[in-house]
């Protein structure tokens, strides 16, 4: 009970300074799943299981070229919610951490936004424009908890796909009443979520500062070097 406490204060804390959007777009346009860099990393950082799970991704990525969109969701939704949830307290000993694609592949787990990101910049590799994605803030009623997706827009007035490590289906938000809408963004756009359809209102992003997306991007870089 304390426990489930503590981390309902932690994820409110965390969503109340979620609101920023940095320029992601040259880190997304330049980060690659089919490089031999990521996977030496993977194996010198975390091993062979892991270096074989990149060599997965890979392959997944390979096998998707040519695909439709909904083909890439579905598989690479698929792909990364066969990993292990972890809370942040449990995997990194502290109350919040968002982990690199690398750094999530590695360890095969994470919590809600690990699975996001990863799924975030994989479909970005796989040339899904980031017009149609938006990491998307929402409360689970079954969890009584804040949580985070991944949102697929075909149009900006389109009824989202639902990209989530909970409910591992790949379906329209009007058939999931258990996620309310609270904020979706992407690389340079941030809009308060409309709970029927399209994004939203649209809301200024100069306002807004979060330093876990900036740590985040520095901690890719890092991964890339």
Known sequence: MQGTARLMQERTGYLKTFLIIVLLMSLTTSWSFTDNEMLNELKSAYG??????????QQLILNLQGKNEKTKLQSV????NDFTYI???????????????????????????DYVISKYFTLRTLGISDKKL?????????????HMVLNYFETPTSVP???????????????????????????????SSNPSAGLG????????KNSKWDKLLSDVRRDRQ
């Open 48 to 57: 062979q299981r892991a270096y074989d799970k990149g060599l997965e991704l």
């Open 134 to 146: 938006f990491l998307t803030y929402v409360k689970s009623t079954k969890q009584n908890l804040p």
């Open 161 to 191: 796909l639902v990209l989530d490590n909970y409910n591992t289906s790949l379906l329209p938000a009007n058939k999931r009443g258990d996620l309310k809408p609270v904020y979706s963004f992407n690389a340079d756009s941030l809009f």
């Open 77 to 80: 939704n698929t792909f990364f």
């Open 201 to 208: 209102k649209s809301l200024p992003t100069d306002r807004f």
């Open 87 to 113: 809370t942040d307290q449990e995997l990194w000993k502290q109350e919040d951490y968002w982990a690199t694609p690398t750094e999530f592949i590695g360890l095969k787990g994470g919590d809600c936004e």
